[in-house]
């Protein structure tokens, strides 16, 4: 019986390592799996080709990839300029500022916007956002627009990374000392030169680590923005330009892949590259956190 | 003097501005959701599966969406927890002293967390071919497995790290070892496994990229793993695509089928969050 119930526990924690390792495993395969499907297209266009190039003839083999980085980039630096003042004037407000019962009721509701499935953020942008720009904004600055722009792109993805930015900037606010506070408003400080001159200051490392982690989930975002942003494979200019960001790329043209040689190894060299970036943006937000945390505690 | 306090008046109204445009963009995307879904909605929707001019604007319905977006929700999230229980004990319960190796197995989950369900679809669908698996029930359920292992490991961690060390303590005092030790830790964690879940499902219900490549889509409700499926985002996405306005009209109303089952699910998470911290002393 003694024998049987340590059997029992050896035997289930080498299945749960085993759990364990192949799960933590799918990291790698991913990674491997992505880069073994792009090497005929690493081996056909040199990196400068594929980055640098705007020219997109999958029936010639021509793959560049410059509009559609473009695209993302213009997306998601949009994106970053709207929502982190808001989110950080947010959170400064619900931690700093909001009555208690107030707090209660405002951290679950920037909680329901995280719920919410991206295709519906979609269907938000194109009925509320798309005629927005074309019949209030693009106006002022432009002839004529259709709505569907870089810039619809970029709202969507705001609010997408709004419950991400506060409830990570929100975390960071809590953890600030209470002395530090104390001993700057003793000094004569208002409420508010303390937030600019002391705690913003030493929230800083958090609040880049809440960028790098929105900017990759931005970064990443596919139905959402493929819904609003136009999708014309040229580099945007302005923010009433189209775009086409590198998940919609994928998204859209999966359908046709296997018929054309090379074009599903272009389209995996896309994914390879969300990846990676994603990958590296992730790992360094994850350690400004983890080492604030540590300091925190420690 | 004045101009210190203006300044602080000025910035405190901005707040109060940012934090009103913020929680209140919850409100503006699910009322629009409704005022445009709403009209649009009727027993039909939720009853039938689309039926032969359903695509130019005639009868039907989206049955066959909503059962397969369950059907892949569903799966995903059991299989999920098959393999994220044993993770979730094992790494707080086998990995005593192990400091280093543990922190790195978390950030892992964090960093597999913050990969996008694009990939994981285009990494399903490399699997599929390389399986020679076609579209169907099966692949979507795999690609979304893996986009929710993370979500689960990383929920039941943080559950699992708050009940209090004296109760494993006094389990392994009395002599249990440690397996049997994590059966009366999973008993204590039960509200939070349930929250998982529901996190879990609701994020796979809702997503579209990782089921794009992997389910494929189909008019009938899945009788087998090896059938395509349709699914609610998916179903969505096509109808709101389509020149028609009757069939526009009915993916504002998919989205609002959507949008309310996601917001019973966050609600009922939230209710279980509320209740398992009364339940603490």
């Given at each position: 019986?003694?024998k049987?119930?340590?059997?029992t526990?050896?035997?289930?924690?080498?299945?749960?390592?085993?759990?364990?390792?192949?799960?933590?495993?799918?990291?790698?395969?991913?990674?491997?799996?992505?880069?073994?499907?792009?090497?005929?297209?690493?081996?056909?266009?040199?990196?400068?080709?594929?980055?640098?190039?705007?020219?997109?003839?999958?029936?010639?083999?021509?793959?560049?990839?410059?509009?559609?980085?473009m695209?993302?980039?213009?997306?998601?630096?949009?994106?970053?300029?709207?929502?982190?003042?808001l989110?950080?004037?947010?959170?400064?407000?619900?931690?700093?500022?909001?009555?208690?019962?107030?707090?209660?009721?405002?951290?679950?509701?920037?909680?329901l916007?995280?719920?919410?499935?991206?295709?519906?953020?979609?269907?938000?942008?194109?009925?509320?956002?798309?005629?927005?720009?074309?019949?209030?904004?693009?106006?002022?600055?432009?002839?004529?627009?259709?709505?569907?722009?870089?810039l619809?792109?970029?709202?969507v993805?705001?609010?997408?990374?709004?419950?991400?930015i506060?409830?990570?900037?929100?975390?960071?606010?809590?953890?600030?000392?209470?002395e530090?506070?104390?001993?700057?408003?003793?000094?004569?400080?208002?409420k508010?030169?303390?937030?600019?001159?002391?705690?913003?200051?030493?929230?800083?490392?958090?609040?880049?680590?809440?960028?790098?982690?929105?900017?990759?989930?931005?970064?990443?975002?596919?139905?959402?923005?493929?819904m609003?942003?136009?999708?014309?494979?040229?580099?945007?200019?302005?923010?009433?330009?189209?775009?086409?960001?590198?998940?919609?790329?994928?998204?859209?043209?999966?359908?046709?892949?296997?018929?054309?040689?090379?074009?599903?190894?272009?389209l995996?060299?896309?994914?390879?590259?969300?990846?990676?970036?994603?990958?590296?943006?992730?790992?360094?937000?994850?350690?400004?956190?983890?080492?604030?945390?540590?300091?925190m505690?420690? | 003097?004045?101009?210190?306090?203006?300044?602080e008046?000025?910035?405190?109204?901005?707040?109060?501005?940012?934090?009103?445009?913020v929680?209140?963009?919850?409100?503006?995307?699910?009322?629009?959701?409704?005022?445009?879904?709403?009209?649009?909605?009727?027993w039909?929707?939720?009853?039938?599966t689309?039926g032969?001019?359903f695509?130019i604007?005639?009868?039907?319905?989206?049955?066959?969406?909503i059962?397969?977006s369950?059907?892949?929700?569903?799966?995903?999230?059991?299989?999920?927890?098959?393999?994220?229980?044993?993770?979730?004990?094992?790494?707080?319960?086998?990995?005593?002293?192990?400091?280093?190796?543990?922190?790195?197995l978390?950030?892992?989950?964090?960093?597999?967390?913050?990969?996008?369900?694009?990939?994981?679809?285009?990494?399903?669908?490399?699997?599929?071919?390389?399986?020679?698996?076609?579209?169907?029930?099966?692949?979507?359920?795999?690609a979304?497995?893996?986009?929710?292992?993370?979500?689960l490991?990383?929920?039941?961690?943080?559950?699992?790290?708050?009940?209090?060390?004296?109760?494993?303590?006094?389990?392994?005092?009395?002599?249990?070892?440690?397996?049997?030790?994590?059966?009366?830790?999973?008993?204590a964690?039960?509200?939070?496994i349930?929250?998982?879940?529901?996190?879990?499902?609701?994020?796979?219900?809702g997503?579209?990229?990782?089921?794009?490549?992997?389910?494929?889509?189909?008019?009938?409700?899945?009788?087998?793993?090896?059938?395509?499926?349709?699914?609610?985002?998916?179903?969505?996405?096509?109808?709101?695509?389509?020149?028609?306005?009757?069939?526009?009209?009915?993916?504002?109303?998919?989205a609002?089928?959507?949008?309310?089952?996601?917001?019973?699910?966050?609600?009922?998470?939230?209710?279980?969050l509320?209740?398992?911290?009364?339940?603490k002393?």
């Amino acid at each position: 019986m003694q024998k049987l119930r340590l059997l029992t526990d050896k035997i289930i924690s080498k299945l749960m390592l085993l759990f364990t390792v192949a799960s933590v495993s799918v990291l790698f395969v991913i990674g491997i799996g992505l880069y073994y499907k792009s090497i005929p297209i690493l081996n056909k266009l040199s990196w400068g080709q594929l980055l640098g190039s705007s020219v997109w003839k999958p029936f010639k083999g021509l793959f560049g990839f410059f509009p559609y980085i473009m695209g993302t980039l213009w997306v998601t630096g949009i994106a970053i300029i709207i929502a982190l003042p808001l989110c950080i004037l947010t959170s400064l407000y619900i931690i700093e500022y909001a009555p208690s019962w107030l707090k209660r009721f405002l951290i679950p509701f920037v909680n329901l916007l995280s719920g919410i499935p991206p295709v519906i953020f979609g269907v938000w942008g194109v009925l509320f956002i798309i005629p927005l720009i074309q019949t209030y904004i693009a106006p002022h600055f432009v002839a004529y627009s259709t709505g569907y722009s870089v810039l619809a792109g970029g709202i969507v993805l705001a609010v997408m990374i709004f419950p991400l930015i506060v409830s990570i900037v929100n975390e960071v606010l809590r953890t600030m000392p209470q002395e530090l506070k104390d001993a700057s408003l003793a000094l004569g400080a208002t409420k508010w030169e303390t937030i600019k001159k002391v705690i913003l200051r030493k929230a800083l490392p958090g609040i880049i680590a809440a960028t790098v982690l929105a900017i990759s989930r931005a970064f990443g975002e596919t139905i959402a923005v493929l819904m609003v942003c136009g999708n014309n494979p040229v580099v945007p200019h302005s923010v009433f330009d189209t775009g086409y960001p590198l998940p919609a790329l994928i998204a859209n043209n999966y359908g046709d892949m296997m018929s054309i040689p090379l074009y599903d190894s272009a389209l995996m060299f896309a994914a390879l590259l969300l990846f990676a970036i994603i990958l590296i943006f992730n790992i360094i937000s994850r350690v400004i956190l983890t080492r604030l945390e540590r300091r925190m505690a420690g | 003097m004045t101009r210190r306090k203006l300044e602080e008046q000025f910035f405190k109204l901005l707040m109060i501005l940012a934090t009103i445009l913020v929680s209140g963009s919850f409100f503006l995307i699910v009322g629009t959701i409704f005022y445009k879904g709403v009209p649009y909605m009727n027993w039909d929707m939720i009853s039938k599966t689309p039926g032969g001019g359903f695509y130019i604007g005639k009868e039907g319905g989206v049955l066959n969406a909503i059962i397969g977006s369950m059907y892949i929700a569903g799966g995903a999230t059991i299989l999920g927890l098959f393999i994220s229980i044993p993770v979730a004990i094992f790494i707080n319960m086998y990995m005593d002293g192990k400091k280093f190796l543990l922190d790195t197995l978390r950030m892992v989950f964090d960093v597999l967390f913050g990969i996008p369900s694009i990939v994981y679809g285009a990494f399903g669908f490399l699997l599929m071919i390389y399986f020679g698996v076609r579209a169907s029930l099966l692949g979507g359920i795999i690609a979304v497995t893996l986009l929710v292992i993370p979500i689960l490991v990383r929920t039941l961690d943080e559950v699992i790290r708050t009940v209090p060390g004296e109760l494993r303590d006094a389990a392994l005092a009395l002599g249990s070892t440690r397996w049997e030790t994590a059966k009366v830790v999973l008993r204590a964690i039960k509200p939070g496994i349930y929250t998982a879940v529901l996190l879990s499902f609701g994020r796979a219900i809702g997503d579209v990229a990782s089921v794009l490549f992997t389910a494929g889509f189909s008019d009938n409700i899945p009788t087998s793993l090896h059938e395509p499926a349709a699914t609610l985002p998916l179903a969505i996405f096509f109808q709101l695509g389509s020149p028609v306005a009757e069939v526009q009209g009915r993916g504002y109303a998919s989205a609002l089928i959507l949008t309310i089952v996601v917001l019973v699910i966050t609600l009922l998470s939230e209710l279980l969050l509320k209740r398992s911290y009364k339940n603490k002393i």
